[in-house]
């Protein structure tokens, strides 16, 4: 089985560190972040920092920022971490040559 996560409008990404033998040195240790698990974190500082720096271009608009997400995924050697919209997941039972045959035909419509 594989899952194949999209994320709508995202706005930002970070991928690496910690892994899962240094997590517990993240900011959000002891909130519920655990390894090899999936979150979604309410109240994001990352997310308030980003509209911040936004804030001073001239269209800002406080509502575009409103409905944005922190999102994490921990894996063993990396963790990745998103502000996004939301986000969609479906389970492939096909190989992952076929999987990513048809990510491409959808990045391609």
């Not at 995924?73 to 389970?91: N, P, R, W």
Request: charged content about 25%.
């Amino acid at each position: 089985m594989i899952g194949l996560v999209e994320f709508d409008r995202c706005e930002c990404t970070k991928m690496g560190t910690p892994n899962d033998e240094v997590l517990h040195g993240h900011p959000l240790d002891g909130r519920g972040l655990r390894i090899y698990g999936a979150f979604s974190v309410a109240n994001s500082c990352w997310v308030k920092e980003l509209e911040a720096i936004n804030s001073v271009h001239s269209q800002y608009s406080p509502d575009a920022w409103k409905g944005l997400k922190h999102f994490m995924l921990c894996f063993h050697d990396s963790t990745f971490e998103c502000v996004a919209q939301g986000l969609k997941v479906e389970k492939w039972k096909a190989s992952l040559p076929a999987m990513l045959a048809e990510v491409c035909r959808r990045l391609n419509q």
